[in-house]
């Protein structure tokens, strides 16, 4: 059973920063791909950004140029680096791991982005 913990979401100005943490319970390098997702309230839940087991990368692009997705294997854990935050950008944000076909989800956590 995997299970993954996020934390670091908060409330921030715009333009300002902040670190997300997903630590897993297992390797992450046997993860096909983890990837980070948000969810806006009355909106669908969207890929932010994606890392495979080939390091390949991904970005929305609304996020392209400010986020910064990354994993430290050592650690069990991945990482959002947000820069230059928009209220927009205001959601729950999910870390996701895919294994062997199936999708693991952490719990969420918030990021609210004040004008």
């Known amino acids: 059973q995997v299970q993954l913990v996020e934390s670091g979401g908060g409330l921030v100005q715009a333009g300002g920063s902040l670190t997300l943490s997903c630590v897993a319970s297992?390797?992450?390098?046997?993860?096909?791909?983890m990837g980070w997702y948000r969810q806006a309230p009355g909106k669908q839940r969207e890929l932010v950004a994606s890392?495979?087991?080939?390091?390949?990368?991904t970005y929305a692009d609304s996020v392209t140029g400010r986020f910064t997705i990354s994993r430290d294997n050592a650690k069990n854990t991945m990482y959002l680096q947000m820069n230059s935050l928009k209220p927009e950008d205001t959601a729950v944000y999910y870390c996701?791991?895919?294994?062997?076909?199936?999708?693991?989800w952490g719990q969420g956590t918030q990021v609210t982005v004040s004008s």
């Open positions: 996701k791991a895919t294994k062997w076909g199936i999708d693991y």
């Open positions: 297992g390797n992450i390098f046997s993860f096909n791909a």
């Open positions: 890392i495979t087991i080939g390091d390949r990368i």
